[in-house]
């Protein structure tokens, strides 16, 4: 480890012991401060109640119909979820203007196939799944960054969970 990243984790440390801070949280930002290139992370776009950790690897995406890519997701929901609305907006990184951007109506039809009996969600019962998902789609995806943004509500119109991450998608036709 370099003397930078040692004077940090140290500082970091020493502030969880006077300030009695959560461990596994200052383990994440110890880890975001490194550096994982090899995970995606996604980051909470809405009220800090609605926290959830999604992840996956590897980070670079390859839509070859060769590779595959694992997601862990981690959450504890503040209200329960069986349906609702999800809207999607896509953007190609660093562009503000979507190139896509919609709204549909979700229920637990759409997850369970996925992961089977995930849903409905109940709230204050933690959700944790890992499940590795082969990249493949009937028309090719151009490499590029997008900047992808989910928010998903509740059957009455209120927030259920906000996700944005940027998906890295590589050529696929040189690897």
């Known amino acids: 480890m370099a003397p930078m990243q040692t004077a940090v984790l140290v500082l970091m440390l020493v502030g969880c012991a006077l300030a009695q801070v959560d461990w596994k949280a200052s383990a994440n930002a ?19 109640k609605h926290n959830f950790t999604l992840e996956w690897s590897p980070k ?21 979820w069986s349906s ?34 995930a849903c409905p969600f109940k709230a204050q019962k933690a959700i944790k799944l890992s499940k590795s998902i082969p990249l493949t789609t009937p028309i090719p995806i151009p490499p590029s960054d997008y900047k992808i943004k989910v928010e ?3 059957a009455s119109g209120g927030p259920f969970i906000c996700g944005q991450a940027v998906l890295h998608v590589v050529d696929s036709y040189k690897n």
């Open 152 to 154: 998903v509500q509740t």
């Open 84 to 117: 609702g609305k999800a809207c999607i907006t896509v953007n190609l990184d660093p562009y503000q203007e979507p190139i896509y951007q919609g709204c549909k109506d979700a229920d637990c039809n759409m997850i369970n196939p996925y992961v089977p009996g």
């Open 60 to 80: 670079d995406l390859n839509f070859d119909q060769k590779h595959s890519v694992t997601i862990n997701f981690d959450m504890t929901p503040v209200e329960d």
């Open 30 to 48: 110890f880890q975001k401060l490194l550096g994982d290139d090899d995970k995606g992370h996604a980051e909470n776009c809405g009220d800090a």
